[in-house]
């Protein structure tokens, strides 16, 4: 009896062993903790493999006012908005990930025909909950050698905070924080390889965008681009370089830099489009700024960021560009941002910022003071009042017909 209890333990060991993967010396089992360690290791292996599911939802909502004083004109808003997504994966095999963006409007109201084009370009309607896809793809590695994600997809290259001239290749250009609190943009379809060695990392994306367009299939070799980064650290440095070709389409080359100097992070991005082979100079756009912690308990942050387009406006009445013509924050010849921010303060119930931004070119200008405030018990708020300034017909003031005030209250949370 004894012999076969012995025989049946020696098979658990045996099989335990080879569900987990591992192997043992001979002389293992005769070791009298050998079949527990080979259960915990197992159940360990099980476990490390299961499928995992993190679901989750940023919800934002908010109501602002508007005032145009020389028009004694106005416009209010309520709406709701955010992103939500569903993360599944399996450590044996990979991850797949699924996010939507979505925006409800509760009204809109306009006092004139400034605000009504205003939110006509919003197509508010409290009748319609609007959802777009923002992400779809699955990803998985080679070893760990190789990680590679297939499906629509952001990517975020690049080391600017405010501006990011190098960005080449999403839809939409994505925006800092204090503009969009959350990122809501929608991805592109293609494949993106990852291969790091040691301190540089090698990214690859194959851009399968324009093979599709509108509903029209085009040829595959005539419409696929292919998009790449290099990245490393060099004596505390961050250097990297992206570049992004297709058939038919300008060649973009950028760089990129990110260091600290004296207790100061510094960083900048340098942005080249060949538009006609070489013939000529290339367009140039470059962004450069830095941020720095300070005070007592390094809870002040303060930071300021320049951009540069040579092919930008200059004073330029937008109202005579044709639709489409001017992309906001990108457009002008010169741009200018700086923030100071004080977080934790008040027992940690308390945070204040005042920021800026500016199209130097054409002298219009947004400045923004904000309380966020998180009380026990009650999901944080965010108070903030904005003032657009300039004349008439200019970036930052186009939309409410001249100089405005503005304000609202928002509420972000995170399920």
Not at 277 to 298: I, K, Q, V, Y
Not at 388 to 413: H, K, L, P, Q, W
Request: with cysteine; aromatic share 16%; glycine share 10%.
């Amino acid at each position: 009896m004894r012999s076969i209890v012995f025989i049946v333990q020696v098979l658990f060991v045996a099989a335990t062993l080879l569900h987990a993967q591992d192997t043992l010396s001979d002389n293992d089992v005769f070791d009298s903790g050998a079949f527990d360690r080979a259960v915990a290791q197992g159940a360990a292996a099980d476990s490390q493999n299961r499928l995992e599911y993190l679901p989750g939802i940023s919800f934002v909502a908010e109501a602002a006012g508007y005032r145009t004083p020389a028009y004694d004109a106005s416009g209010s808003d309520a709406r709701f908005y955010g992103k939500a997504f569903l993360k599944a994966s399996k450590a044996d095999i990979g991850a797949l990930y699924l996010a939507y963006n979505y925006s409800y409007f509760l009204y809109a109201s306009a006092g004139d025909s400034h605000y009504s084009t205003f939110y006509l370009l919003q197509s508010p309607d409290p009748l319609d909950l609007k959802a777009s896809l923002s992400e779809f793809h699955c990803s998985f590695d080679i070893t760990k050698l190789v990680f590679i994600r297939i499906g629509s997809q952001l990517l975020s290259w690049g080391a600017t905070w405010f501006w990011t001239p190098e960005d080449f290749i999403n839809r939409q250009r994505a925006q800092a924080s204090v503009i969009s609190v959350v990122d809501i943009r929608n991805g592109k379809p293609g494949v993106r390889l990852h291969v790091p060695y040691k301190s540089m990392n090698l990214f690859l994306f194959t851009d399968f965008s324009n093979v599709v367009s509108k509903g029209a299939v085009g040829s595959f070799g005539e419409k696929v681009a292919q998009a790449w980064r290099i990245d490393g650290t060099f004596r505390g440095v961050n250097i990297g370089t992206v570049g992004y070709i297709a058939k038919n389409r300008p060649e973009q080359i950028g760089f990129d830099a990110t260091g600290n100097v004296l207790g100061a992070d510094l960083y900048g991005e340098l942005a080249f489009t060949f538009t006609d082979a070489g013939r000529s100079a290339p367009h140039c756009a470059l962004s450069a700024g830095g941020s720095r912690t300070f005070g007592r308990e390094r809870n002040w942050t303060g930071r300021t960021e320049f951009y540069y387009n040579d092919k930008g406006y200059g004073d330029t009445d937008l109202s005579r560009l044709p639709a489409g013509e001017f992309t906001p924050f990108y457009s002008g010849k010169y741009y200018a941002y700086a923030e100071i921010t004080g977080t934790s303060l008040l027992n940690s119930m308390f945070a204040v910022s005042l920021f800026g931004f500016g199209n130097l070119a054409d002298r219009s200008f947004s400045t923004t003071l904000q309380f966020t405030l998180d009380f026990p018990g009650v999901p944080p708020f965010t108070i903030y009042g904005r003032y657009y300034g300039g004349r008439r017909n200019r970036e930052f003031t186009r939309a409410f017909g001249g100089s405005a005030f503005g304000g609202g209250v928002r509420i972000r949370v995170d399920f």
